[in-house]
């Protein structure tokens, strides 16, 4: 006699939501991987790779949209350990081209770029594709762009300009492109085997997941949220071969669940995991703490915490759980992803092939947050 459902336990009760999704078809395919304090207790997969693709595994590679910004952040937060730059730096400290010298940019700090406060929420440079995996195109970009607002003045998503004034500011401090700074002080380090900013050369475009942009339910507002495209044109966008492989430290990464609950249980767990020390411990502290919090974003319309290269919880528009506590934090990707640590108590990360209405997302995110917490909280 095979076990009742109705008896699972809370591990099983959890997959059972996470299994509930796939069979409503909120996406294909999926993963799941949870940490309690410094220990993995959930790494799943289900579900298939595309409309007609093979079963996802727990090692499938997925684009991962906007939780590429931590992974680069995190560069900068490895950077100042070593004392090699500053959160209140000016950008023009370590990157003189970047004031034109009429509009106020030499005021902008490292601090304003990774709390989404610089005043570039959008530089024209998102229109233009074709160009993202040219870096000095981007750099140009980012040195031509205009203010929006005084920085500092508040907070506005900066959906792919983030990226890249934090990659050019890794690759101008360090002498190293951010994609390759990532690999050496973040990802091996942690062993985050199948993680990359970009499509490295190396890797088949056929490895990483199609992505799938469902159509939205009828909904009683549009958010705009982040890049300003419907659910099928970013999955069509982001498909593209030659856009995976561009550096875009803001939208490229490519990995998995499995590697993403790693790197925030590291963090929830002071910097430190399995005895590899990534970030001190006051730097991570500093690091997952609010800088800004606005009732209205700029980019975004609804209330946001920031960090310094995170979002914050504690708003009921972020996707860290239905009243997620305020002390969460972590990131989410366009649609479809969300990872996030907990300081000393548990890590998660979600990851899906499906793209959705931003409030569907949030609601299926949401649910999945709750569930863990009901286990592990």
């Known amino acids: 006699m095979s076990p009742s459902p109705f008896d699972a336990s809370g591990l099983e009760r959890v997959r059972q939501l996470f299994d509930a999704h796939l069979d409503a078809g909120l996406h294909h395919g999926a993963q799941l991987a949870v940490y309690d304090g410094t220990t993995p207790v959930l790494d799943v997969a ?15 590679k997925h684009l991962l949209f906007s939780c590429t910004k931590p992974y680069a952040g995190a560069c900068l937060h490895h950077l100042r350990d070593r004392g090699l730059v500053d959160y209140d730096d000016r950008v023009v400290d370590h990157w003189p081209a970047f004031d034109r010298g ?17 005043g570039l929420p959008t530089t024209g440079f998102e229109e233009r ?3 993202w995996g040219d870096w000095d195109r981007a750099v140009e970009a980012m040195e031509d762009a205009d203010l929006v607002f005084a920085p500092g003045e508040t907070a506005a998503y900066h959906s792919l300009s983030y990226g890249f004034l934090v990659g050019e500011l890794v690759r101008r401090v360090s002498g190293t492109p951010v994609d390759e700074y990532a690999r050496e002080h973040v990802f091996e380090p942690l062993g985050m085997d199948d993680t990359s900013i970009g499509l490295p050369d190396d890797v088949s475009g056929d490895e990483v997941a199609t992505l799938v942009g469902f159509e939205p339910y009828d909904s009683c507002r549009e958010s705009g949220a982040g890049l300003d495209t419907g659910t099928k044109d970013a999955a069509a966008l982001f498909d593209q071969e030659s856009v995976q492989r561009a550096v875009v430290p803001a939208a490229t990464g490519i990995g998995t669940a499995r590697d ?26 500093e690091a997952t703490t609010c800088q800004a919090e606005v009732e209205h974003d700029g980019t975004m319309g609804v209330p946001r915490r920031y960090a310094l290269g995170f979002e914050c919880g504690g708003t009921a528009w972020d996707k860290y759980g239905s009243l997620s506590p ?6 989410g990707g366009l649609g479809s992803i969300v990872g ?15 793209i959705r209405h931003e409030y569907e997302h949030g609601a299926r995110v949401n649910a999945m947050a709750d569930a863990v917490r009901t286990v592990f909280g």
Not at 46 to 60: D, K, L, N
Not at 103 to 112: C, I, P, Q, S
Not at 266 to 282: F, I, K, P, S, W
Not at 326 to 331: K, L, Q
């Open 260 to 285: 993403m609950a790693r790197f925030y249980a590291c963090l929830a767990n002071g910097g430190e995991l399995d005895g590899v020390r990534v970030l001190e411990e006051e730097t991570v502290a």
């Open 129 to 131: 594709p074709e160009e």
């Open 102 to 118: 009429d509009d106020g940019k030499a005021a902008v700090t490292v601090r304003h770029v990774l709390s989404h406060q610089a």
């Open 326 to 331: 305020r002390t969460v934090f972590g990131h």
């Open 46 to 60: 289900g579900g298939v790779i595309g409309p007609e693709g093979r079963e996802t595994t727990t090692a499938q």
């Open 340 to 354: 996030w640590g907990q300081s000393g108590e548990l890590a998660m990360a979600y990851v899906t092939n499906g």
